[in-house]
């Protein structure tokens, strides 16, 4: 696929290799990390890991925030400059491959983490979510059910940035704090859209759909 000129290529670069993503995501949910940890974390070389840690550097998704002597080496410890999101537009110009690459490495820890929290009493608590509604949709309705979702992950980093903040400002209080995930699942079932039956136009062929669990 070749991409349009305007696409910022960087994006490409950083997401051309599947631990890139796997360290942009550890540093943003840890605050910040170096490549030290990280490579024994994800059990790579150090070599490795430091290499592509420079690339995420290199293209702006990450930056150094401080240095530590150990063992007479210097660690170099990096933060995210910001989340990781692909927008819509520079997801259709991403190629095929790497989109279902993407989906799978990301589904793959989505689910294996979710599994584990539910054996732990992580949907317990009130306010946990586990939802699932079918939907049929138009065009037209499908790119407004996307705005609404992108929205939400947008009101979700703010209310993590207030979050942060509020942290900030009582350092050394015995504040609690609850590690949670968010995860957004959209995704076409099977082919076209669904047909219309003859003399109902914008009506689902099917009307009944199964209840909600």
Do not use: C, N
Request: proline share 7%; charged share 25%.
């Amino acid at each position: 696929m070749t991409l349009p000129d305007e696409f910022d290529g960087a994006l490409l670069k950083a997401l051309g290799h599947p631990l890139r993503l796997r360290i942009v995501e550890a540093i943003t949910e840890r605050g910040e990390a170096s490549p030290v940890a990280l490579a024994r974390e994800f059990q790579q070389p150090l070599a490795t890991v430091s290499h592509h840690t420079r690339v995420l550097r290199d293209l702006g998704w990450i930056e150094l925030v401080r240095t530590q002597p150990r063992r007479g080496a210097v660690e170099h410890f990096y933060r995210a400059t910001t989340r990781p999101f692909i927008s819509d537009g520079e997801w259709a110009q991403l190629p095929v491959a790497m989109r279902r690459g993407l989906a799978r490495q990301t589904l793959r820890r989505v689910f294996a983490e979710a599994s584990q929290a539910g054996g732990a009493g992580g949907f317990d608590d009130p306010g946990t979510h586990l939802d699932r509604m079918p939907l049929e949709l138009d065009a037209r309705g499908w790119r407004e059910l996307s705005e609404a979702l992108t929205a939400v992950l947008k009101r979700a980093d703010l209310i993590q940035r207030r979050s942060d903040a509020r942290r900030m400002r009582a350092a050394g209080a015995d504040g609690s704090v609850t590690t949670s995930e968010l995860a957004i699942l959209h995704f076409r079932i099977g082919g076209e859209l669904s047909p219309t039956a003859p003399g109902r136009e914008g009506a689902p062929r099917h009307e009944q759909r199964p209840s909600l669990p």
